[in-house]
């Protein structure tokens, strides 16, 4: 049976989310790796690293200033009465991600950050449902990825990117 | 922490590039940002004072080929040097996977050296790292200046564990990409096996 990854079901749950909702949906990593962005271009990785130096600063503020540790049920609003920034921290498998939403020209934000808010409740209730098998994954997979590289191997890697 | 996707076979690495104010560090990302090919990077993000220094981080993702059939991508982040902005340096170690300390080679920056080494390896304590076990790589830039220190006193003061060093002059592109290079390979090298 293949194994279904964090990855590829936030993708296949977004997807279809999509059609009722006039902004840019993604999912981070709390690391600023991108899981999922509905708009793939030159972009979307800054897009992430972005979302969670915002996030991992506005964490520092809070506890900073109130020792405030518990912040999940934080969320990040960088908006006007028409476009912005939504982000919503979410657990999926143990581990923190980022779902947000960056739109423009919006009639109802309150309408669009309440249907966020249901996404993110949608997917922690399916994850929780069906937890992944990691477990059993990861003990096939200890030790080092990569044994050996060359200094050949990482001049080829660099001469791809024309360097 | 790097993330491996073994589905997709994607690895993501992040690597720092760390050291005193005015050092370099943002010069050696533009300079790989200008040296690389547009289908291969992304977007690069400065978040810049007015008078140009950094403020929270520079950000340049780099999407090389393949490694033996996996799609590499490394994420370049620069910390702000000015000490006041210990806080962001913080933050930005998080998750790391490499880094590079570029170091100034001016005799009267040796101590802003020295200083800012050793806040590397306090922050990164703070967030759970054994310097020891990340991938470092020291960097000895603007070796093109007058009044510089020794490279044997560089490496005798600021590389005692005999990590990788280059010498080189970031705004020409000297050293620049040496170092890159060995880093990349010693974070390559160091990613366990685990799945995301």
Request: net charge neutral.
């Amino acid at each position: 049976m293949k194994t279904v990854t964090v990855t590829e079901k936030v993708k296949f749950v977004l997807d279809q989310k999509l059609n009722g909702l006039n902004a840019r949906l993604f999912v981070t990593r709390e690391d600023g790796i991108t899981i999922y962005d509905s708009v793939q271009n030159n972009t979307t990785t800054s897009v992430a690293a972005l979302v969670s130096g915002v996030w991992q600063a506005s964490e520092a503020l809070m506890n900073l200033v109130y020792q405030q540790n518990e912040v999940m049920d934080f969320r990040l609003a960088f908006d006007t009465s028409s476009q912005g920034i939504y982000l919503f921290p979410f657990n999926l498998s143990g581990k923190r991600y980022f779902l947000g939403a960056i739109y423009n020209d919006c009639l109802n934000p309150g309408l669009l950050k309440r249907q966020i808010a249901m996404i993110k409740e949608e997917m922690e209730r399916l994850f929780i449902d069906e937890p992944l098998p990691k477990k059993a994954v990861f003990s096939a997979r200890q030790g080092y990825l990569f044994h050996d590289i060359s200094d050949s191997e990482i001049d080829r890697l660099f001469s791809l990117g024309g360097i | 922490m790097s993330f491996v996707n073994y589905h997709t076979k994607e690895i993501n690495c992040k690597i720092v590039y760390y050291g005193p104010g005015l050092g370099g560090k943002t010069t050696n990302i533009q300079y790989i940002y200008q040296k690389t090919s547009s289908q291969n990077k992304g977007q690069m993000i400065t978040l810049n004072t007015e008078n140009e220094r950094t403020l929270f981080f520079d950000f340049l993702p780099l999407d090389l080929g393949e490694i033996r059939g996996f799609k590499t991508r490394f994420h370049l982040y620069t910390v702000p040097g000015q000490v006041f902005y210990e806080a962001s340096r913080k933050l930005i170690l998080r998750g790391v996977d490499g880094l590079v300390f570029v170091a100034d080679s001016q005799v009267e920056r040796m101590e802003a050296n020295l200083e800012s080494f050793q806040g590397l390896e306090k922050n990164l304590l703070e967030q759970g790292y054994d310097l020891a076990k990340v991938p470092l790589v020291m960097q000895w830039n603007k070796r093109d200046l007058p009044n510089i220190v020794s490279v044997e006193d560089l490496q005798h003061q600021l590389n005692k564990k005999k990590n990788p060093a280059f010498e080189a002059i970031a705004s020409q592109g000297h050293g620049v990409f040496e170092t890159l290079k060995m880093v990349s390979k010693s974070v390559l090298l160091n990613i366990k096996g685990g799945l995301e």
